[in-house]
């Protein structure tokens, strides 16, 4: 049996401070049933060395290792995840002298960034001894636990809206996992998720419900440092907003790598959300502490789709720590974007994906983002999923 080397200590919860043995499967604050988050012991830990020995290890995220969950290394369930390239974008007219960078997750086990949490939160449920898992998902959490349950042995349910298009129900089932669909959004399948499966000893891994999802999330920050840190380290970071477990992973990682001496001024988190589903930018706006759910949500980009994000405070909080903001966009624009990420950079991008892109213009416009800076955009997803003429018919005429 061999060990990481993790120096993870404790879990906590930011709403009521308690702290919780990380040796035992839980889900969400026993005390008060809000989201928990991974403690390490930085303390006595060389930072500089650490980085200094990620050129010698394998390019997936498991080369961050000591800041993630996994104690064994038998625990490690993996399909090469992480590891995704930073290409540069040059200037666009939507930005005009704005340096503009995209970490293009698409190329990821299963198609989207999606598989950083899943490949961390699969392995560190077979570490616990869990069997039975189940996701209420918009399609692509779905599909990344179908594939590692399928590939750790572990059984998993995955609860489908009833709209999400049928390639995810075909790919999960193909990966052995149990679909349903549910009318209505991922909201609603959450809640119908949680009422099944009551009583029958399954773990919900829902986004935000359990700790260890957002570690996985947390090496999309690590790889920018690693890749990008200190010459071409961005000013700023566009992400694509649904529930806002990126966001917190990214935010985790700079703090992480402040603590350890290695980082000092973190980029801005740029939220963007579909103009037809932005409950996270609407409470930013606001000023509000947490979001408040959006009434009859609708867009093209399903991942996005998240009325009523659980845990939005920790999404608020980091955007706003990091002297960040949030702007909306039209399923006109996503759609645009995705073209243009595609013709003139081929980049494929999924509507999620295309969203920062898309956003580019009104940043610029509201002054989130400026002349002389570098940002980089997230992208979260392939597009080689999605048909963008049959997008464009969803919608009706601009
Ligand atoms: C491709 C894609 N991008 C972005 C998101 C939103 O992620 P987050 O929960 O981190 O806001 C999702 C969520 O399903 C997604 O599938
Ligand atoms: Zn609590």
């Known amino acids: 049996m061999s060990e990481t080397g993790s120096r993870l200590r404790r879990l906590e919860c930011r709403a009521c401070c308690s702290e919780f043995d990380p040796d035992r499967a839980v889900g969400t604050c026993p005390t008060c049933g809000h989201t928990l988050l991974a403690r390490y012991d930085l303390e006595e830990f060389d930072g500089r060395a650490w980085r200094a020995s990620w050129p010698g290890r394998d390019a997936s995220l498991w080369r961050f ?21 930073v290409l540069p974008l040059g200037s666009v007219a939507d930005a005009p002298g704005v340096e503009l960078w ?17 490949a ?35 059984r998993a349910r995955i609860y489908l809206p009833q709209r999400t298009p049928s390639s995810v129900r075909s790919g999960c089932a193909a990966y052995g996992a149990a ?20 009583g029958r000893g399954s773990f919900d891994l829902s986004t935000m419900r359990e700790p260890y999802r957002v570690e996985g999330k947390k090496t999309m920050g690590l790889e920018i440092f690693d890749a ?11 992400y694509p907003t649904g529930g806002g477990t990126g966001l917190v992973g990214m935010a985790k990682a700079f703090a992480e790598l402040r603590a350890l001496g290695l980082l000092e ?24 502490a947490a979001a408040t759910p959006w009434a009859e949500p609708s867009t093209i980009a399903p991942g996005l789709l998240v009325p009523a994000p659980f845990a939005s405070e920790r999404t608020l909080e980091a955007v706003r720590m990091s002297g960040g903001g949030g702007i909306v966009v ?12 595609g013709s003139r950079h081929g980049v494929s991008a999924s509507p999620e994906a295309a969203a920062p892109y898309a956003a580019l213009a009104g940043l610029y416009h509201d002054r989130l983002i400026r002349d002389g800076e570098r940002v980089l955009l997230y992208g979260t ?18």
């Open 65 to 85: 290792r000591e800041l993630l969950p996994v104690r064994r290394s038998e625990s490690i369930t993996t399909l090469g995840e992480g590891g995704s390239p």
């Open 102 to 118: 995209i970490k293009d997750d698409g190329g990821l086990p299963t198609g989207s960034f999606k598989a950083r949490g899943m």
């Open 120 to 154: 961390v939160a699969i392995s560190r449920a077979r570490e616990l001894g869990l069997s039975d898992l189940f996701v209420p998902s918009a399609g692509n959490a779905g599909l990344a636990l179908a594939a590692y349950a399928a590939r750790a042995g572990l």
């Open 179 to 198: 679909v349903t669909e549910v009318p209505g959004t991922i909201r609603e399948a959450g809640e119908f998720a949680r009422r099944t499966e009551k």
């Open 228 to 238: 990008m840190f200190p010459d071409r380290f961005p000013d700023a970071i566009v």
């Open 265 to 288: 001024r973190a980029p801005r988190l740029l939220a963007v959300q579909p103009a037809g589903c932005a409950p996270v930018v609407r409470a930013l706006r606001d000023g509000a």
């Open 330 to 341: 039209s399923d006109h624009e996503i759609l645009a974007a995705m073209r243009s990420l």
């Open 381 to 398: 997803g392939t597009g080689l999923a999605f048909s963008i003429d049959e997008l464009a018919r969803q919608l009706s005429p601009a």
